[in-house]
């Protein structure tokens, strides 16, 4: 079953610096999109991702957040300068536009 | 602004012992619901999306079904593998879907 890949698995990073999440969605799906989830806490959404541009985001998608397409199978999140309070799984997930959406398994990112 | 609300926030049942949990919503333009699973440290799993008042889709001993105001997740004669939490999400009017806090289910043999 096509499945959609994260990596890495788990990041640490200090306060301050600059993290790159990446992602591999499913190869024929053409929207993209970027959740994370606090622990504890509910799913939240942060970007979607739909024909080489940002379709939609949340307030939480501030400037210190950007995404990417670099190339033909890779989407990637980047956040600027990591605070404590951005420490949470951060999901990518993909959708053909008509069926659920597909998550990937998940970022852990811990910022110290 | 969309409202998902998920009921009870933890549910323990005894392996073979029925049960339905519950996702209230509110919404300006339902699109489908999604119910997902997550396993600790997981990333959603898909399960269902319910497009229209009165649908029903069924997957080995889980059933969701869909009303106006809510949807139900009954699982019929669980089994340990299905302790989980089941995460609800509406789609409305844009891009992005709003998840309830889900619903942690533990089954004990």
């Known amino acids: 079953e096509p499945e959609v890949t994260q990596t890495p698995s788990h990041q640490v990073t200090q306060m301050g610096q600059e993290v790159i999440l990446r992602c591999v969605p499913i190869s024929n799906h053409l929207y993209f999109y970027w959740y994370r989830q606090i622990l504890g806490q509910k799913v939240e959404f942060l970007v979607s991702f739909y024909n080489n541009e940002i379709s939609e985001k949340s307030e939480i998608f501030d400037d210190q957040f950007s995404v990417e397409r670099p190339d033909g199978s890779n989407f990637t999140l980047k956040i600027r300068s990591t605070k404590l309070e951005d420490s949470a799984m951060y999901f990518c997930?993909?959708?053909?536009?008509?069926?659920?959406?597909?998550f990937g398994s998940g970022t852990r990112l811990t910022v110290v | 602004e969309d409202q998902v609300t998920q009921s009870p926030e933890a549910l323990r049942l005894q392996e073979g012992e029925s049960s339905s949990l519950n996702c209230s919503y509110t919404v300006s333009g339902l699109r489908g619901l999604f119910w997902y699973r997550q396993d600790p440290g997981k990333g959603p799993e898909f399960l269902f999306t319910?497009?229209?008042a009165g649908e029903e889709k069924e997957k080995e001993r889980l059933k969701a079904t869909l009303t106006k105001k809510e949807s139900f997740l009954h699982i019929t004669a669980p089994k340990p593998e299905d302790s989980a939490t089941y995460l609800c999400a509406v789609w409305g009017s844009g891009y992005a879907l709003n998840f309830g806090k889900g619903t942690s289910l533990l089954v004990t043999p």
């Open positions: 997930a993909s959708s053909d536009g008509i069926n659920g959406y597909t």
């Open positions: 319910l497009y229209s």
